[in-house]
């Protein structure tokens, strides 16, 4: 099958497209030099949902010299909260995308 997994830090699946439908329903990308690292979606309110954070460039000198390297998300409510690779709360020196999915 083909699909999306995401798995929460004690490796247990938490989202899986190959077993349910899914829709995107909300996205944006956090520019560099971002004082937060949090936004408030009120729209997923209510939803079953899966969230991706991934910066989307290279900064060749620093520690987050990977594109596409993934964040740890977290989810209050509607607030939503990533933490960049290299345990720093945002990246000053790259873009960070974020998807939501909702599923039914």
């Not at 798995?7 to 944006?28: L, P, Y």
């Not at 937060?36 to 979606?41: C, T």
């Not at 991934?54 to 998300?73: I, K, L």
Request: net charge negative; glycine share 10%.
């Amino acid at each position: 099958m083909y699909g999306l997994q995401c798995f929460d830090v004690d490796g247990d699946k938490n989202f899986d497209t190959e077993t349910a439908a899914t829709r995107i329903v909300w996205q944006k990308k956090v520019s560099a030099g971002a004082s937060s690292n949090e936004v408030v979606v009120p729209s997923i309110s209510g939803l079953s949902i899966g969230i991706v954070a991934y910066s989307d460039e290279v900064d060749s000198g620093g520690p987050f010299a990977a594109a596409g390297a993934t964040h740890t998300v977290s989810v209050s409510g509607t607030t939503v909260t990533w933490t960049s690779r290299g345990n720093a709360t945002y990246c000053p020196s790259v873009d960070t995308n974020i998807v939501i999915f909702a599923y039914d």
